[in-house]
């Protein structure tokens, strides 16, 4: 018989029962059966215990608050380092990004995007700033909207985003889009080098730049860009520009991974490949992209379905689910980089 709980927090088991338990807990050693062994051992400190001392461990657990989830990182063509997933903060406003920024660090996310065009670098500089963790910790992106394109104008934007972030340098700073059209991109790039070379910037990449841009940069500049983010999705897997990514050695960031606004999440497939693994359909998408060696980074604001987000390296898809995943009528659902325009 188990003793009266009372006031105690952990109620002490008997020494009939321990001996009870380990007598049983013997034989089972004995037929090797550690599932049964198990299950004894649960079962007398179940009724022993009882609510308080599961209440004692809820409590326990709660004080000492989730656990932090570690995640890989690549070592990027300049020699700096990137996480293998991160937190997007468009459309988010100030008050709503500083606190997603701070929930999301306390994780483990250590890659933050934001943009001067998604109008919550402050907040996202104030996310950053709370959470208490070690500067060097943490990679921020920000990127150079297409109205200050050029030399000068890219210096000038810079040094705003990098007081409303509150930041001494940015790690990663990105052409948001190429504007051909406008076709300052490679005057802005020989400024981001220069930011670079100033120790103001980690490392300078570009986003929305098909291979044409990228051969120009490095053509007339000799810098190939360390990051090339782009939208990637399973119902736009753009197989020949990461091909071309890989064999530059650049590495790629996927923008609205999981198809916003589309019925991805709801398809029969991907379903089917998270039911497979216990996982949720959006777990599913995002372990696609890391195995595909791209970076996703999903929005969300909500801490729990962040962890979930994060929560994408303790399984593997095989071939074949990685093929049913994208195994679907591919389009767009942002601007053609070649004549989308956004100032």
Known sequence: MCPATGSTSIPVVPSVAVSLA??????????????????????????????AGRAAHRRAQS????????IPAYTLNDGTSLPALGLGTWPMKDEEAERAVRAALETGYR??????????????????????????????????????????ETLASFEESRARLGLEYVDLYLIHWPLPRVDKYVDSWKAMVKLREDGLVRSVGVSNFTAEHIERLERETGVLPSVNQIELHPLLPQDELRAYHERKGIRTESWSPLGRGSDLLDDPAVAAVAAAHGVTPAQAVLRWHTQLGAVPIPKSADPARQRANLDVFGFELDAEQLRAVADRVHRRIGGDPEVHEEF
């Open 22 to 51: 380990l007598s049983f807990a013997l034989s089972v050693v004995m037929r090797r059966s550690w599932q049964t062994l198990r299950r004894a051992v649960r079962l007398i400190t179940g009724r022993c215990l009882g609510e």
């Open 63 to 70: 004080r000492e608050g989730p656990t932090v989830i570690s």
């Open 111 to 152: 890659l933050i995007d934001t943009a001067t065009n998604y109008r919550n670098e402050t907040g996202v500089g104030r996310g950053v700033a709370s959470a208490g963790l070690p500067r060097e910790e943490i990679v921020v992106t920000t990127k150079l909207p297409g109205r200050h394109h050029g030399y000068e």
